[in-house]
């Protein structure tokens, strides 16, 4: 399942299974799961493990040393989930000791061409780059969010479950879960509806979370009090619990407002 002119790192571990086309790389310190699939022409460095059933195409460049001039050669990491799609030149930086030292993917992303996870970076599940979208060290992004093409995201912004950031946007500030944010900077618009639509959120869901948006963003309140009411709604409407819960405790860079 090799292919005779790839060259594989002895230490490397990988499942019996795994496909690894022409002229890729495979550094010694690498792990690489059952069913997954490695083009050509790939390069997989560092202290990098990659789950089960992921497809890596040709010219993207996995794990290799942050681009952070702090980092001084430590033994950081990037630990990838199961079943993700990482496209044409994507490049995905592994951790630095200057936060938990590690750089971590969930299961189930799609991340398109040219796309950049820089170090520290930890996305959840079904997260999806598309093509040219680039996220700065140390940001996260919640399960289900989707970064559209050319959206460049500020180094620590967090960036919420279900949000949709569209098309060039810059980031600068947190986007709550839930929200559409377009612009640069990014600004609040919406509530991703079509996208809580097709993930099977209910109309009386969707409602309830349009409601906390127009408290949020369109009632004026100061943040406190904005938090306080939505607080109280939590009990009776637990789908505004991850909203509530993201913008409460604050965080480095503020919300977008």
Known sequence: MIDPRAIVAA???????????????????????AGTWIGPHVVINGHTSIGEGNRIFQFASIGEAPQDKKYAGEPTRLVIGARNVIREYCTISRGTVQDQGVTRIGD???????????????????????????????????DWAILSGYVAVHQYCKIGAHAFIANNAGVTRDVPPYVMAIGNPALP???????????????DQIRNLRNAYRILYRSDLPLAAA???????????????????FISPGSDRGLIR
């Open 11 to 33: 230490g490397a571990e990988l499942a019996a299974d795994v496909e690894v086309g022409p002229y890729s790389m495979i550094g010694p310190d690498v792990m690489i799961g």
């Open 189 to 203: 618009h919406s509530i991703n509806v079509e996208g809580l639509k097709r993930r099977g959120f209910t109309p």
């Open 108 to 142: 189930d992303c799609l991340l398109m061409a040219y796309t950049h996870v820089a170090h520290d970076c930890v996305l959840g599940d079904n997260v999806i780059m598309v093509n040219l979208a680039m996220i700065a060290g140390h940001v996260h992004l919640g």
């Open 227 to 245: 938090v306080e009411q939505l607080s109280a709604l939590v009990e009776t409407q637990p789908e505004l619990k991850p909203f509530v819960e």
